[in-house]
């Protein structure tokens, strides 16, 4: 028998995990879900709950096995979520974890995506969880992680801002007025981030810390225009 130098991600291995009480299946091998990630989109849908539309229309964008966008639609009734993801074969992963969470078609588009550029509406909040890797810090990721994970999902240019950059630039385009975005990113990346928002009008902003208190999200909310 030939065995592997590295240890396949157990998770791979298990074939699914759980993200805020949903079962995500793995089987397409997207990114899989963080427990940091979980923490934030927990804290977010008490922001979605103070949103008094009758239909909120959510995007989960860079959406990879789409768990984000389905703790939304499983938790807010009255939401819709669109999911926009670049790599076809992660779009049939959404379809999956769609399918298997039973979250019916008239809630819930998929659409192919490079960021932005298949989206066409607006909406009421934006989720991102980029790509934001920075290429130069290679040797700090887990091996196992560069091996199995889909490096698409993971690496972002030099500094790991090249997704974000494009994101921040554009994201106010697919936002309605008093829409909110919420942005994971690396805790290094904040001053940047910080310096690119303020130098933008008509939005608030502000960070939050992850469960390990290292700042992990970016809440951004439009104003409304007069
Ligand atoms: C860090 S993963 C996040 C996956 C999932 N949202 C989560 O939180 O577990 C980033 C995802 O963005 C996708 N992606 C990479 N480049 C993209 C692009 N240009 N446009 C849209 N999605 C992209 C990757 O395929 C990957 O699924």
Redesign the pocket.
């Known amino acids: 028998m030939v065995f592997k130098e590295k240890q396949e991600q157990p998770d791979y291995l298990v074939g699914s995990v759980d993200f805020l009480g949903s079962k995500i299946d793995l089987s397409q091998k997207?990114?899989i879900?963080?427990s940091e990630?979980e923490f934030w989109v927990e804290k977010s849908l008490d922001k979605l709950q103070d949103i008094k539309k009758d239909k909120i229309y959510c995007l989960?964008?860079?959406?990879?096995?789409g768990?984000?966008g389905i703790s939304v639609l499983k938790k807010i009734k009255n939401s819709c979520c669109d999911f926009?993801?670049?790599?076809k074969n992660?779009l049939k992963q959404i379809e999956i974890n769609l399918a298997g969470n039973k979250i019916s078609g008239e809630r819930r588009k998929i659409i192919k995506?490079?960021?932005f550029s298949g989206v066409k509406k607006k909406y009421d909040c934006i989720f991102a969880?980029?790509?934001y890797v920075a290429e130069n810090r290679i040797d700090e990721v887990e091996e196992s992680v560069k091996m199995y994970e889909?490096n698409?999902?993971?690496f972002a240019g030099e500094d790991g801002m090249f997704?974000i950059r494009k994101f921040l630039k554009e994201f106010e385009n697919y936002l309605n007025d008093e829409g909110m975005v919420f942005m994971e990113f690396d805790p290094d990346q904040k001053k940047e981030i910080e310096d690119l928002l303020k130098a933008k009008k008509g939005i608030k902003f502000e960070f939050w810390e992850d469960q390990f208190k290292k700042f992990r999200t970016v809440f951004i909310k439009k104003q409304a225009q007069n």
Do not use: H, W, Y
């Open positions: 997207p990114f879900p963080r990630t989960d964008l860079f959406s990879g096995s768990c984000i926009g993801e670049v790599d992660f995506t490079n960021i969880n980029p790509p889909p698409k999902a993971l997704f």
